[in-house]
């Protein structure tokens, strides 16, 4: 019941705010519509003869391909309840359930520039919180728009962003980094900060004579540190990655900080196809001549490719791995001892880093369930036209025929919201459902009152107000019990004390009243509304 009406209201919310329904798998009543701030009608078209494939991820591409469309009848705004997420979430739910059994709301809207693909995805976060604010009743529900590794293959002519909806709980099963000034939020895999480059005394800048030192079984940057007696930011990790099982990478980062494997991918400019991975044993014993845990950058092979995060910039006399098993160099120098890499933001965020943003507030770990996915599509125009061959056209302002560049897609995932919604609607006696998602509106407690009990339903269900009837002969504190587990927002009591009244109660308050019953259900239909 509770799932059925969150479902209702995410349908309810979507068509006040301009979308239209995509029946899915069927589309047989398939229409489109411009979003609601836009005083213009819906366009005019035939429904398609031949039938859309449902099994088909991105059925509406396939809709509106079929379809003659007006760039005055931009954007277009469609949405549908599916078993299959338009865009890909990961697996982050409170509640744990079959994959078939996985319900989410799909929302697309069709844009004709960038401005307005901006405005509109704006618009389409606006309406994801105002559904669990407004509809849900759950004013205090909000959510977090994260950036995220959008995934899949890019292009020089087409810009992809990823925004995943976090739901903020200390308990969460993903974690991200947040500003404390700005509302900036990323996930580990993209976020970025500025640190504090490591300054130098002026007394430690003249270059020194290189030297390896022994050190036995120091594990961790840390107590190599100590052992050396220098700044924990002198010292430097250098990890060998391989790529397609050939191509072999060394990336340097300053021993206080760790390499993040997307941004290194990024960085090398890898597909999704392309594999990246730490170097087997057998390749870092070829490269470096050592046991893996030594490496550094000097006396490398020559077909190692060097790559050194920015925080590795502008120090002298720094520590490397010297590609002996239980040595390490110290004093060590670009271009005197090594050439000079290439420089780039590969290392994970820390708690306590600056935020790159707004040079202002400080990142934090915080960590949350995923709810959902935004992510927009930008499209330039490719060389090669037959790249947007799947794309739907529209004519534009020159009556000229041109594929839809612009596009947001979202998916909210349905049984995460509903744990959201139960996690938050409970206290010490069980759930405290608000009016939209409570299973029913009413609970009747009935004591040997089966007469009066039955007609007091049928003036409930005359004003179409839900109730489940507790007749059975169990004593009232049982009931009272049950009422307070299952959570419905209004117990109603009636008996041969209550006489022409009933025993009014809601279910976050402790206190209960005698009222009458007309004054019962003008209450209860204030909470409904």
């Given amino acids: 019941m509770v799932f059925n009406n969150l479902t209702s209201l995410m349908k309810e919310a979507s068509l006040l705010e301009g979308f239209s329904e995509l029946s899915a798998p069927s589309f047989e009543s398939v229409s489109t519509s411009t979003t609601s701030k836009r005083e213009r009608e819906k366009p005019s078209i035939e429904r398609p003869s031949e039938p859309i494939d449902a099994a088909s991820r991105d059925v509406y591409m396939q809709l509106l391909k079929r379809f003659q469309i007006s760039h005055k009848e931009l954007p277009i705004s469609i949405f549908n309840t599916s078993c299959n997420a338009i865009v890909p979430l990961p697996s982050s739910s409170i509640l744990r359930v079959d994959s078939e059994a996985m319900k989410f709301v799909n929302h697309r809207i069709f844009c004709r520039s960038v401005m307005e693909l901006q405005s509109c995805q704006r618009s389409l976060l606006d309406l994801l919180t105002h559904i669990f604010r407004q509809f849900a009743q759950l004013p205090s529900l909000s959510f977090i728009p994260v950036s995220s590794a959008p995934g899949g293959e890019s292009t020089p002519f087409e810009t992809t962003s990823l925004h995943r909806l976090y739901w903020q709980r200390e308990n969460g099963d993903k974690t ?20 504090s480059p490591f300054i130098q005394a002026e007394s430690e800048k003249e270059v020194k004579e290189r030297e390896d030192v022994l050190g036995v079984g120091l594990i961790g940057a840390d107590k190599l540190a100590e052992y050396l007696n220098i700044d924990i930011k002198l010292t430097t ?9 050939d191509r072999v990478v060394a990336a340097m980062i300053r021993g206080d900080y760790d390499v993040c494997e997307s941004k290194l991918r990024r960085f090398l400019n890898l ?96 960590a949350g369930f995923i709810v959902g996915a935004v992510k927009t599509v930008s499209s330039g125009a ?45 206290d010490s006696n069980g759930f405290t459902w608000p009016a939209a998602l409570a299973p029913y509106l009413v609970y009747l407690v009935d004591i040997s009152s089966p007469d009066a009990a039955q007609n007091l339903c049928r003036e409930l269900a005359q004003q179409r107000i839900s109730v489940l009837w507790d007749d059975r002969n169990q004593k009232p504190a049982k009931k009272f019990g049950d009422s307070d587990l299952i959570g419905n927002p209004v117990r109603l009591l009636i008996s041969a004390k209550t006489g022409e009244q009933v025993e009014f109660k809601l279910r976050h308050e402790s206190t209960c009243e005698l009222i009458d019953i007309p004054a019962a259900i003008s209450r209860i239909l204030t909470l409904r509304r």
């Fill in 176 to 195: 991200y980094f947040a500003c404390n000034q700005c509302g900036y939020a990323a996930e580990p895999e993209v976020a970025v900060s500025s640190y």
């Fill in 237 to 245: 990790k250098t990890l060998l990655f391989q790529v397609n099982g």
């Fill in 271 to 366: 597909s999704a196809t392309d594999m990246l991975q730490l170097a087997p044993s057998e390749v870092v014993q070829a490269v470096t001549g050592c046991v893996v845990g030594y490496a550094g950058p000097i006396g490398l092979a020559s077909s190692v490719e060097v790559v050194a995060d920015v925080s590795c910039a502008n120090r002298i006399n720094f520590e490397v791995g010297a590609n002996r098993e239980n040595y390490h160099t110290i004093n060590a120098n670009f271009e005197r001892d090594f050439p000079t890499p290439p420089f780039s933001d590969i290392r994970l965020v820390q708690a306590g880093d600056g935020c790159s943003q707004c040079n202002a507030g400080t990142l934090s770990k915080q």
């Fill in 382 to 426: 490719p060389a090669d036209p037959s790249y947007f061959s799947t794309r739907p056209l529209f004519t534009d302002d020159s009556n000229k025929q041109v594929p839809v560049l612009h596009y947001i897609s979202s998916s909210l995932d349905l049984f995460t919201v509903l744990g959201i919604a139960a996690d938050v609607s409970r």
